[in-house]
């Protein structure tokens, strides 16, 4: 395909060398006209050269892994210290062997681990007798999983807040610390992003190459020797293992579907872990007519904490049994393990997180006694009567006590504040997305109804395009004509932004050209940027026509305005879709290997198209139509780029919308990395966050009323 590429250069470049010679441009115009084919051209020389070297060599699965290995390590190990996992130290999770009725008999584990044709995973002298020996606590989840379980197929699970997600990230790093060189790597999903209906290796790899970018450099598997990308050369050779997280929190309709996809996709001799609470994994198994379990998989339950164990942990986290703020303890250490609604609330990881951020001051935040709230009101069964009362409770003191005023990191927002963008977006979660997890910032244009985000969209195209084309024509030819030409502009940019604006664009992911990149953005830049030409020039000739008819009479109305108005728009849509497909291709980057990217990064990323798009329509105009209307128009391109076609641009009004609303923060991304890196509020899974726990999410949405 590059030879391709390279001959279609040439002959563009002579064409347009002819065509300079057979009008008279001069040099310095002809010169400043082919500007732009220099960045094609470079593409099109590496695409040639490219074709004859990459056949040449075969990616290197392993190493790829162990580069792989490396980022998931620092990305969990910094994770776990942002949510505070080891301090003061881990909580001792205990678990048992699950329900017998609820995954694979523990005989038929054992005859399918040894019938495998490529052997045993493992030793079977470690394997248990039957499967209570699966039982544990504390560090031992990588020992269980690697010598225990004879498929390495597990399913865990757990009620609400008793520590699921805790224990998969202590997994993960044990099986990162026991992993040899070139072997699988444990990535942590979150399901609550997968539609079951797509085929789970395709998802896996979608999810691979969102959270770690250089995944998506094209390499050459062997065998067979075909092209594809780095995360799917790692699922092929089976180097990626799943940890599979918050199967409950897909929709429940779509838990039996998915059990039965995962089934389909991944073969019995393929190690996974997938979590759950209990309940939601129960009624997938009985919802359909035909029981469809994991194949393969033995179980594990997960334990309340021990009165102890949860009495501990609080003391020790006050400072030690012995200081003044341990003491405030006394009467809540006295009910843990009871079945007073305090005791049944405390014997959770999750429960024990919000009591001990709501109750226990950290070092350089407030003093006892001043603002900080004492946990004896945990014990007033008249407030609160039941376990219910009690964790809404917490869910409510949560936000204001992570957005105390006299905390270590003063926080830029006020509790009132914080909480109402909080609110808001599980809001947005709970009625847009299914009560999906997942917040993604390209995704927020979802939160307003489909006719005012059209709305929104197009008067915000059509005021800055038409603004712009305006000035440029205004500024070059005479005042009178640039008003024309702005309303032109504007009505045809605010009718096809009406058009265009339907779901947002996910966020460019592109990272390094190549032959196919070029290739792919090319057809869809020239496809939609003729498309929206012809809009415009349907547009365009309306605007021209009744111009027309006014000063040349009705002949030039019903020929030269329309088609004037249908050229202008189909050679600005083609030469803006050229420069925008080009763009796509060459504002990739280099990057290493397996670099993760987060959601500011991945922002960032998404609005350079933009300013690309807009530099390189500006010199191809400057040379056809001179600079003033050229870096104008260029202008207004960009801006309709940036508002139309990008991930950015959607979010950028959205944001704006609601902030002026007073509904979110209007820096609402330092809002969010804010929340996650030193208030606890959400968590981050790759290029995504989420709240710190579902219910977290579904109580905000419950309060949203008192915001209408």
């Avoid at 942002?82 to 999770?93: A, K, M, Q, S, T």
């Avoid at 405030?328 to 999750?350: D, F, H, I």
């Avoid at 030469?575 to 060459?586: C, D, I, R, Y």
């Avoid at 979110?664 to 989420?690: N, S």
Wanted: aromatic share 6%.
């Amino acid at each position: 395909m590059g030879a391709w590429y390279l001959l279609l250069m040439v002959v563009g470049v002579g064409a347009a060398l002819a065509l300079a010679r057979h009008f008279h441009l001069d040099l310095p115009a002809t010169a400043i006209a082919l500007l732009p084919t220099v960045a094609p051209a470079y593409l099109a020389w590496e695409a040639y050269r490219r074709d004859r070297t990459d056949a040449l060599s075969a990616v290197d699965s392993g190493a790829i892994a162990d580069q792989l290995a490396r980022v998931v390590k620092k990305q969990w190990d910094d994770e776990a210290a942002i949510r505070r996992l080891n301090d003061p130290y881990p909580l001792p999770v205990a678990w048992r062997s699950a329900d017998t009725t609820l995954v694979e008999t523990w005989d038929q584990l054992t005859r399918t681990a040894r019938a495998w044709p490529q052997g045993r995973l493992g030793d079977p002298l470690r394997w248990p007798a039957d499967a209570e020996g699966l039982a544990g606590a504390d560090g031992r989840i990588g020992e269980v999983f690697s010598h225990r379980v004879p498929t390495r197929r597990l399913v865990l699970l757990g009620e609400p807040g008793s520590g699921k997600t805790m224990l998969l990230v202590r997994l993960l790093q044990d099986l990162i610390a026991r992993r040899s060189p070139g072997g699988s790597v444990p990535v942590l999903f979150s399901l609550a992003s997968w539609d079951p209906r797509q085929p789970l290796k395709d998802w896996l790899g979608d999810e691979l190459r969102r959270m770690y970018r250089g995944l998506q450099a094209p390499v050459l598997a062997a065998p067979p020797a075909r092209p594809q990308n780095a995360a799917a050369a790692l699922l092929e050779a089976g180097l990626v293992l799943p940890l599979l997280d918050g199967f409950d929190e897909l929709p429940a309709s779509a838990q039996a579907l998915a059990l039965d996809a995962i089934n389909q996709g991944l073969s019995a001799q393929e190690p996974l872990v997938l979590a759950s609470r209990v309940t939601a994994y129960r009624q997938a198994l009985t919802r359909p007519r035909i029981r469809v379990l994991l194949n393969g998989a033995a179980g594990i339950q997960l334990l309340p904490l021990t009165r102890d164990q949860a009495a501990q942990y609080l003391l020790r986290d006050a400072g030690g049994a012995d200081t003044p703020a341990a003491a405030r303890w006394s009467r809540v250490v006295a009910l843990l393990g009871s079945t007073a609604p305090v005791g049944q609330a405390l014997s959770t990881p999750l429960g024990l997180f919000l009591a001990r951020t709501i109750y226990n001051p950290r070092p350089l935040g407030p003093v006892l006694g001043d603002g900080v709230a004492h946990p004896d009101e945990l014990c007033d069964t008249a407030r609160f009567p039941t376990r219910e009362a009690l964790d809404a409770h917490l869910f409510d003191a949560f936000i204001p006590a992570a957005y105390n005023p006299r905390h270590p990191r003063p926080p830029r927002w006020s509790a009132s504040q914080a909480r109402r963008a909080f609110t808001v977006l599980a809001r947005h979660q709970e009625n847009w997305h299914h009560g999906s997890p997942d917040l993604a910032w390209w995704r927020l244009p979802e939160a307003l109804p489909t006719g005012k985000r059209r709305l929104l969209l197009a008067l915000a195209v059509g005021c800055t395009t038409g603004l712009t084309g305006g000035l440029a024509v205004g500024l070059s030819v005479m005042y009178s004509a640039g008003i024309v030409s702005g309303l032109v502009v504007g009505c045809a940019a605010s009718l096809v932004a009406a058009l265009l604006a339907g779901a947002a664009p996910a966020p460019s992911t592109h990272l390094r050209w190549s032959s196919g990149s070029l290739k792919t953005g090319l057809k869809t830049g020239l496809r939609s940027g003729l498309t929206t030409g012809l809009a415009i020039g349907v547009v365009a000739a309306l605007v021209f026509g009744v111009a027309n008819l006014v000063m040349e009479g009705p002949r030039a109305a019903l020929v030269v305005g329309p088609a004037s108005g249908i050229m202008f728009g189909l050679m600005g849509g083609g030469l803006f879709g050229t420069v925008a497909g080009v763009a796509a291709a060459f504002t990739a980057e280099s990057y290493d290997l397996t670099a993760m990217v987060g959601p500011a990064a991945l922002l960032r990323q998404d609005r350079r198209m933009p300013l690309v798009v807009g530099l390189g329509s500006a010199l191809a105009l400057t040379a056809m139509i001179g600079p003033t209307l050229g870096i104008f128009l260029g202008l207004a391109a960009a801006l309709a780029v940036g508002l139309v076609g990008t991930a950015w641009g959607r979010f950028a009004l959205t944001r704006t919308y609601l902030a002026a609303r007073g509904e979110v923060p209007r820096d609402l991304m330092a809002f969010l990395a804010d929340a996650h890196e030193h208030r606890g509020v959400l968590r981050q899974v790759g290029v995504i966050y989420q709240f710190r726990h579902l219910d977290l999410q579904r109580h905000l949405a419950q309060r949203g009323d008192e915001l209408r």
